[in-house]
């Protein structure tokens, strides 16, 4: 979304784009959070369930995870006889390197830094932020921000499973454009079902879906930079 097909980041969209999602986080927070919710919690279905726990936030780091590590095996099966027993006595920085020189360009190593990424930075911002997830409301009309919070019942801002999924379906877009419709689309149902299932209130999922899309932008960004 913020950068281009020549890798280069459109700086002033990405601030643009901040100030409309911190517009629309607060819109959320004072004014039509709960109404939303309430009239999406109507519509709360297997569907959705099912979706939620398909597109979990430790799925998507579990399953790319092997992924890069399967990479990097394949690759270096490949490699000539003499690099593979040179490489048995190699250190753990040269192992780290070695690592890093095979798959830092890799589309599995692209979507697992993003879902890594964003992973990281909701996680510091579920703490900072500590709001009452909506379960809260639901059961005893009880809402706010008690930060600093490790407890899941205050973690509810930003939605983990929103952020990761446009973490990785985003840079999957970018990878392969002929089904950035596709992906965009499971991303956005992937943050509509975090709200059906009263898991998250509306502003959480804007607020996770701008920290997938900036993770997923700055880390292609990034790593394409580096020769």
Same mark, same amino acid.
């Given at each position: 979304?913020?950068?281009?097909? &020549?890798?280069?980041?459109?700086? @002033?969209? /990405? ?6 999602? #911190? ?20 519509? &709360?279905? @297997?569907?959705? $369930? ?5 597109? &979990? ?8 995870? #092997? ?19 040179? @490489? ?15 798959? $830092?360009? =890799?589309? %599995? +190593? ?11 930075? %909701?996680? %510091? ?7 009452? $997830? ?7 009309? +009880? ?9 899941? !019942?205050?973690? =509810? ?7 990761? =999924? +446009?973490?990785? /379906? !985003? ?20 943050? !509509?079902? $975090? %709200? ?6 509306? =502003? &959480? !999922?804007? +607020? ?20």
């Amino acid at each position: 979304m913020f950068l281009t097909t &020549d890798n280069k980041m459109k700086w @002033r969209l /990405l601030g643009v784009g901040a100030a409309v999602t #911190a517009a629309l986080v607060l819109a959320g927070v004072f004014w039509f959070d709960a109404p939303v919710l309430l009239m999406m919690r109507e519509l &709360d279905c @297997r569907f959705w $369930r099912v979706l939620s726990v398909v597109f &979990d936030d430790k799925v998507w780091a579990v399953a790319f995870a #092997a992924a890069v590590l399967g990479f990097y095996i394949k690759k270096s099966l490949i490699s000539k006889p003499k690099m593979r027993n040179e @490489r048995n006595r190699l250190s753990i920085k040269a192992f780290v390197v070695d690592f890093w020189q095979k798959t $830092r360009h =890799s589309n %599995v +190593f692209l979507i697992f830094c993003s879902i890594f990424a964003a992973g990281l930075a %909701v996680q %510091v911002l579920k703490v900072v932020i500590g709001r009452a $997830r909506p379960i809260l409301f639901e059961a005893l009309e +009880f809402t706010g921000f008690y930060p600093p919070s490790f407890d899941w !019942v205050f973690n =509810s801002m930003p939605s983990g499973h929103t952020a990761i =999924s +446009f973490a990785a /379906l !985003v840079m999957i877009g970018m990878l392969a454009p002929r089904i950035k419709p596709l992906t965009w689309t499971l991303a956005v149902l992937v943050g !509509v079902a $975090r %709200v059906c299932v009263g898991a998250h209130w509306p =502003s &959480d !999922v804007i +607020f996770g879906a701008f920290i997938g899309m900036v993770s997923a932008d700055l880390v292609k960004w990034w790593l394409m930079r580096i020769k």
